[in-house]
């Protein structure tokens, strides 16, 4: 392999992704950096370093996977969400940024209980529980997942940020937390229609099913934890769930309908109807 240096392999990646990604120079840039095993910031330090033919091989094959559609976050296997750096697997989904929102607004509605207890309904790679535990130390927080895959990579996240005030439970929905009640509950459930077409672009291929799509409506998921949660809340708790950018009223009717009051709606940055918090009545 000819010897070749940072940039001209950048250059190269970056020409090759254009017509395959609407992110070209981030993808190249965090996989050539991981290639390397050094940060990105040394890519534009060192452009005229030569990368060794190990480095280039591995950039090479990463490069080939990410121009089939493979996501940048499975490649390098870390994603960040709320300033943690989490690990990702294909048995999670990748964090979103819409999904601090909802961190957000828990946190604001957490300020004022002393020691909360959350649950956190299908935690995937951990993101929303481990964001809550870091900056409200003072939670015990139970995170489910129904699947087995997705609760490893997430325990060893916890263990990797040194957060121990999050349980992982395996089961469906509501199943390992029977006869617990909590402050609050949050959910980024499954919630695309299972026709629609988004499931085949994209990162959202090689994405978990079970963790994208939900009913024919995408509204299965959102309604049975809507239409549970409240025997598994205190007088005056929380629920918290992110839903489709079209989904907002019909949330709005399923709180509504399981007895929340005060649906609160939020925008995330797309302007997008995004999350819906409903209080039990106190
Ligand atoms: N926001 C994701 C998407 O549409 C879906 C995530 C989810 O279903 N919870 O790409």
Same mark, same amino acid.
């Given at each position: 392999?000819? &010897?070749?240096?940072?940039?001209? /392999?950048?250059?190269?990646?970056? @020409?090759? /992704?254009?017509? !395959?990604?609407?992110? *070209?120079?981030?993808?190249?840039?965090?996989? %050539?950096?991981? =290639?390397?095993? @050094?940060?990105?910031?040394?890519? !534009?330090?060192?452009?005229?370093?030569?990368?060794?033919?190990?480095?280039?091989? @591995?950039?090479?094959? /990463? %490069?080939?996977?990410?121009? +089939?559609?493979? &996501?940048?976050?499975? %490649?390098?296997?870390?994603?960040?969400?709320?300033?943690?750096?989490? @690990?990702?697997?294909?048995?999670?989904?990748?964090?979103?940024?819409?999904?601090?929102?909802? +961190?957000?607004? =828990?946190?604001?509605?957490? #300020?004022?209980?002393?020691? *909360?207890?959350?649950?956190?309904?299908?935690?995937?790679?951990?993101?929303?529980? /481990?964001?809550?535990?870091?900056?409200?130390?003072?939670?015990?927080?139970?995170?489910?997942?129904?699947?087995?895959?997705?609760? +490893?990579?997430?325990?060893?996240?916890?263990?990797?940020?040194?957060?121990?005030?999050?349980?992982?439970?395996?089961?469906?929905?509501?199943? &390992? +937390?029977?006869?617990?009640?909590?402050?609050?509950?949050?959910?980024? &459930? $499954?919630?695309? =229609?299972?026709?629609? $077409?988004?499931?085949?672009?994209?990162?959202?291929?090689?994405? *978990?099913?079970? #963790?994208?799509?939900?009913?024919?409506?995408?509204?299965?998921?959102? #309604?049975?934890?809507?239409?549970?949660?409240?025997?598994?809340?205190?007088?005056?708790?929380?629920?918290?769930?992110?839903?489709?950018?079209?989904?907002?009223?019909?949330?709005?009717?399923?709180?509504?309908?399981?007895?929340?009051?005060?649906?609160?709606?939020?925008?995330?940055?797309?302007?997008?109807?995004?999350?819906? =918090?409903? !209080?039990?009545?106190?």
């Amino acid at each position: 392999m000819e &010897p070749a240096t940072i940039s001209s /392999l950048l250059q190269n990646a970056v @020409k090759n /992704l254009q017509a !395959r990604s609407d992110t *070209p120079s981030a993808d190249g840039e965090i996989l %050539l950096a991981h =290639a390397l095993g @050094k940060p990105r910031s040394y890519l !534009r330090t060192w452009p005229e370093r030569l990368a060794t033919p190990e480095q280039q091989q @591995k950039f090479a094959m /990463l %490069l080939a996977r990410r121009l +089939v559609g493979e &996501p940048v976050a499975y %490649l390098t296997g870390a994603r960040e969400f709320w300033s943690l750096a989490l @690990k990702v697997t294909p048995a999670t989904l990748i964090p979103r940024p819409e999904t601090e929102l909802l +961190v957000e607004q =828990a946190l604001v509605r957490l #300020a004022g209980i002393g020691l *909360p207890r959350i649950l956190d309904l299908g935690t995937g790679s951990g993101a929303i529980a /481990l964001a809550l535990a870091r900056h409200h130390v003072d939670s015990q927080i139970t995170a489910v997942d129904l699947s087995i895959d997705a609760l +490893v990579v997430a325990r060893q996240n916890g263990v990797d940020h040194g957060l121990t005030n999050v349980d992982f439970q395996l089961g469906h929905w509501f199943e &390992p +937390v029977a006869g617990r009640r909590f402050h609050m509950i949050v959910s980024n &459930p $499954p919630y695309v =229609a299972e026709q629609d $077409p988004h499931l085949n672009r994209g990162d959202l291929r090689f994405e *978990p099913r079970l #963790a994208l799509s939900a009913g024919p409506d995408g509204l299965s998921a959102l #309604a049975y934890i809507a239409g549970n949660a409240s025997a598994y809340l205190e007088p005056g708790g929380w629920l918290l769930m992110e839903h489709g950018y079209d989904q907002g009223a019909a949330v709005r009717q399923l709180m509504e309908a399981a007895g929340f009051v005060t649906v609160d709606q939020y925008v995330d940055l797309d302007g997008h109807v995004r999350l819906s =918090a409903g !209080r039990c009545p106190v």
